[in-house]
């Protein structure tokens, strides 16, 4: 919300001037982009997650402390650091530096996660900044799915039938309008076509 100025000017006489144009809107000189969610690995592997992440300050020169914070520090680690400190135990990562600096620094993170439990588990990563002047922001949208259930897709499903219709004794044709497999019985009178995506 802007600021509103008024500026009153009286003279000796006591006539005057009021002018209420000027206004000021403050706003929040850091950012933080770049962010990626639901970026999924499989069991134990490290995952760059924060590589194209951008953490700055638009009145350049000024530092930044920044600090990740994992939703559960039991879910892994971070590692790969090139500068800052990981607490394995609080699951928090902190570093004090430039844009430049700390963007380098954080894109250069790897999630490491804890052994697989056999089930998808979800990680939340908040990434906080602040100047010496008391700006800060928050930004909590990066977020590491690992081992996942793997989704079935159109294709795959195709796959999976057009194996069980051969394994039944029926044969694939093509359809060369559709583009999509076809099949027919060669003991029955019968015609299939798979309705899934072809890629």
Do not use: C, W
Not at 40 to 69: H, S
Not at 93 to 111: D, E, M, N, P
Request: neutral net charge; hydrophobic residues 40%.
């Amino acid at each position: 919300m802007p600021t509103a100025f008024t500026l009153k000017i009286t003279d000796a006489k006591g006539a005057s001037l009021v002018d209420r144009t000027t206004s000021v809107i403050a706003t929040n000189p850091l950012y933080i982009n770049g962010v990626l969610a639901h970026q999924y690995t499989k069991g134990t592997k490290a995952i760059a997650l924060f590589r194209n992440v951008n953490v700055g300050d638009l009145l350049y020169g000024d530092n930044e402390f920044v600090k990740i914070t994992l939703s559960n520090a039991k879910n892994g680690t971070l590692e790969n650091l090139s500068g800052g400190s990981y607490n394995k135990e609080t699951g928090v990562y902190l570093i004090h530096g430039s844009g430049l600096q700390v963007t380098t620094a954080v894109r250069g993170l790897k999630f490491d996660p804890a052994t697989s439990s056999g089930s998808a588990v979800t990680t939340v990563f908040t990434i906080s900044s602040r100047n010496a002047d008391g700006a800060s922001v928050t930004n909590s949208k990066t977020t590491v799915i690992d081992n996942p259930a793997a989704p079935a897709t159109a294709a795959t499903t195709a796959v999976a039938l057009f194996s069980q219709y051969v394994a039944s004794g029926l044969h694939a044709m093509p359809d060369h309008a559709a583009g999509i497999p076809a099949l027919h019985d060669p003991q029955h009178s019968s015609h299939f076509e798979f309705a899934g995506s072809h890629r």
